[in-house]
C-alpha cells in the first residue's frame, strides 16, 4: 500500500455493511474516493448518504446500537484497525454538519479551538496570523475582522457555516466532508460556500452528500448515486451526468423520485 | 368528518385561562403576605447593628446586640456547603448525561438522587450527626458544611443534569470532529455551554441550604461568637429566627422576624445577582 500514498485514490472503501440494529443502511459498498477532487454523494433522502460520509470519519461510533463491516483505507490505512487513533484520523478529515454549530465562544477562540487542542501553534502571534490565514480561506475575514473577539453565536447562519469551515481548515485535514452544507442557509451564502469548495480542492480532498441535482452538477469531479443503502453507479462527474448507464439513475436525474 | 365543536373547544380555552389566572393570583398573594408579614413585623426591629454586632449579653432578653453572627455563619455554611456539592455533582452529572442510556448503574445514580432529593432535611442532619461522631468532629462549621453539601448534592446534581441535557448533540460532535477527546469536549464545550444554568443551579442549592435550620441543628451548632475556623461551631439565620421566636419577649420575637427578612434579603440578592452574572455569561451560548 505505501506505493499508493499521496498518488491513487485518496479513500478506498472495500465490502463495507452498516448496521442500525436489525436494518441494513448500507449495503456492500466499494468505492474509490479520487485526491484533489470534489466527489458528490447523490441520492433521495434516506438513501445512506450521510452515512456513507460519517463512516469516513468515524463518526458511527458515537451513535449506539451501529455494527460495521468492511474496510476503509485512507492513503492506505485502515481506519478501522484498532490500532488507529480516531483522534488523529478525525483531524485528517473535517466534517462539516448541515446545520452550522459555533462553538460557544468568540469567533477567534473558535478557530483557535482546533490549532490548540492539537498543540499546532504555541506563539501567540503565530496564532493571530493562523486565525487570519484560515478565515481568509473561508472567506469571512473581510466581514468579521473587526469583531474577533465577540460570540460566534451572533454571526447569521451562513456566517456561522463559513467560520464552521475555517475552523475545520485549521486543523490542517487532508479531507473535508460535507453533509448537505448548504441547507440550512440563504441562497447568496450557499454560493458562498460553493465556490470556497471549488477553490479548496486545490489542497483537499473533498466529499459531500446532497439531494440538489443542480449543486451536483455544479460541483462534482466524481460523483456517487446511491438509492437504498447501495451505490448504484459512480464514475467521473460528466459521465453519470450525461451519460447515466443505470436506468434508476436517470430516472433520479429526470426527477422521477 | 365531523366538525368538533366549536362552542365546546371555545369553553376549553376559557377554563384553561381562568384556571391559570387563578394560580397566578394564589401564587402572588401568599409572596405578597409572607413579604408583608416579615416587613411589617421585622422593619421596626431592624438597624444597624442587627447586622453590624454580634449578640451582647442579654440579647435573648432584648437588650444590646445584633446576629451577625448568624447572618456570616449562614454564609459560610452555605457557600462551603455549595462549593463542597459543586465538586462531586459536576462530574456525576455528566456521567449520568454520557452513560444515560447505556448503564443500570447509572440508572440507578438516577434513582438514587431522585428519592435523596425528597428526604427531609432533618434525616441529613441526624447522617450528618453520625458522620461528624464517626470522624471526631465536635459540631462546628466543617460538620455543618458537610451536612449541607449532601443536602444540596442531589438538587445541584439534578439541576446541573437537567441543563447538560439541553446541550445539542451536534455541538459536542462538531468539537468530536475537530479530534477533540470527549473529554475534551466535555469540559471546553460543555461546561462552556451550560455556564448560565450551572449559576442558576447553584442559586437554587445555595437557597435550598441557607433557608434550612433541621440539618445545622445538631451539626454547626449555635454560637454567639462568629467561627474564626473550620472546627469552631457557628451560628445560622433559621436557628436565630427559631431561638429568638421562642423567648417570651415580644422585642425579641421582633428581632426574629427582622431575621427571617434579612434571610430573605440575601437570597433575594443572590438570586438577582446570578441572574445577572447567568445573564452576561449567556453571550457566548449557542441556540
Redesign the interface.
Known amino acids: 500500500m505505501e506505493t499508493n500514498r499521496f498518488m491513487g485514490p485518496h479513500v478506498q472503501i472495500r465490502h463495507l455493511n452498516v448496521f442500525y440494529g436489525r436494518d441494513q443502511s448500507l449495503k456492500d459498498i466499494n468505492l474509490d474516493i479520487p485526491r484533489g477532487q470534489i466527489t458528490v454523494i447523490l441520492g433521495p433522502s434516506g438513501c445512506g448518504k450521510t452515512t456513507l460520509l460519517k463512516s469516513i470519519?468515524r463518526?458511527l461510533d458515537?451513535s449506539?446500537n451501529v455494527r460495521i463491516s468492511g474496510q476503509i483505507f485512507v492513503d492506505g490505512d485502515d481506519i478501522y484497525d484498532p490500532k488507529i487513533d480516531v483522534?488523529?484520523?478525525?483531524?485528517r478529515i473535517?466534517?462539516l454538519?448541515q446545520?452550522p454549530?459555533?462553538?460557544?465562544?468568540?469567533i477567534y477562540d473558535n478557530v483557535a479551538?482546533?490549532m490548540r487542542?492539537?498543540r499546532l501553534c504555541n506563539n501567540k502571534k503565530e496564532m493571530e496570523k493562523r486565525v487570519q490565514h484560515y478565515l481568509e480561506e473561508a472567506g469571512l475575514w473581510s466581514e468579521i475582522k473587526d469583531r474577533l473577539h465577540q460570540?460566534?453565536?451572533r454571526l447569521s447562519v451562513g456566517q456561522q457555516q463559513r467560520l464552521?469551515l475555517a475552523?475545520?481548515l485549521a486543523?490542517e485535514p487532508e479531507i473535508i466532508l460535507g453533509d448537505e452544507i448548504t441547507s440550512a442557509l440563504d441562497p447568496i451564502s450557499a454560493q458562498h460556500i460553493e465556490k470556497r469548495l471549488l477553490d479548496l480542492k486545490k489542497h483537499y480532498s473533498i466529499v459531500i452528500v446532497t439531494h440538489i441535482l443542480r449543486q451536483a452538477k455544479r460541483l462534482a469531479d466524481y460523483v456517487i448515486f446511491m438509492y437504498l443503502g447501495e451505490v448504484i453507479e459512480h464514475g467521473p462527474a460528466h459521465e453519470v451526468f450525461n451519460n447515466p448507464k443505470e436506468q434508476r439513475t436517470k430516472a433520479y436525474m429526470e426527477g422521477q423520485f | 368528518m365531523k366538525q368538533p365543536n366549536r362552542k365546546i373547544r371555545h369553553l376549553e380555552e376559557f377554563i384553561v385561562k381562568v384556571f391559570m389566572i387563578l394560580s397566578l393570583v394564589v401564587i402572588v398573594v401568599c409572596t405578597s403576605y409572607i413579604l408583608f408579614t416579615i416587613l411589617y413585623k421585622g422593619l421596626p426591629s431592624l438597624n444597624l447593628a442587627m447586622i453590624t454586632q454580634t449578640p451582647k449579653g442579654g440579647y435573648y432578653l432584648g437588650k444590646e446586640g445584633g446576629i451577625l453572627n448568624a447572618i456570616l455563619g449562614s454564609i459560610y455554611l452555605a457557600g462551603g456547603g455549595t462549593l463542597a456539592a459543586l465538586v462531586p455533582g459536576i462530574p456525576l452529572a455528566l456521567f449520568l448525561h454520557s452513560y444515560r442510556q447505556h448503564s443500570s448503574w447509572a440508572r440507578l445514580v438516577q434513582l438514587s438522587l431522585d428519592t435523596l432529593c425528597g428526604i427531609p432535611s432533618i434525616v441529613y442532619g441526624a447522617f450528618g450527626f453520625a458522620i461528624m461522631v464517626a470522624l471526631g468532629l465536635r459540631a462546628s462549621l466543617l460538620a455543618g458544611i458537610i451536612t449541607l453539601a449532601f443536602l444540596e448534592l442531589p438538587i445541584l446534581t439534578r439541576a446541573i443534569y437537567e441543563v447538560i441535557r439541553m446541550v445539542p448533540e451536534e455541538l459536542e460532535h462538531a468539537s468530536l470532529g475537530l479530534g477533540a477527546t470527549i473529554f475534551e469536549t466535555k469540559i471546553q464545550i460543555v461546561i462552556r455551554q451550560i455556564l448560565p444554568g450551572l449559576i442558576t443551579a447553584l442559586q437554587l442549592a445555595f437557597g435550598r441550604a441557607i433557608g434550612d435550620a433541621a440539618s445545622v441543628l445538631f451539626t454547626a451548632g449555635y454560637t454567639d461568637r462568629i467561627p474564626v475556623s473550620l472546627f469552631q461551631p457557628v451560628a445560622s439565620l433559621p436557628l436565630a429566627v427559631f431561638f429568638q421566636m421562642n423567648t417570651p419577649f415580644p422585642e425579641v420575637q421582633q428581632r426574629a422576624y427582622a431575621s427571617a427578612l434579612l434571610l430573605t434579603i440575601i437570597v433575594f440578592v443572590i438570586s438577582l445577582g446570578s441572574r445577572l452574572l447567568s445573564a452576561r455569561l449567556s453571550r457566548n451560548i449557542i441556540k
Request: net charge positive; hydrophobic share 40%; with cysteine.
Open positions: 470519519n463518526f458515537l449506539d483522534i488523529e484520523l478525525r483531524k473535517g466534517l454538519a446545520r454549530y459555533s462553538l460557544p465562544m468568540s479551538y482546533g487542542l492539537h460570540p460566534a453565536a464552521c475552523r475545520g486543523v
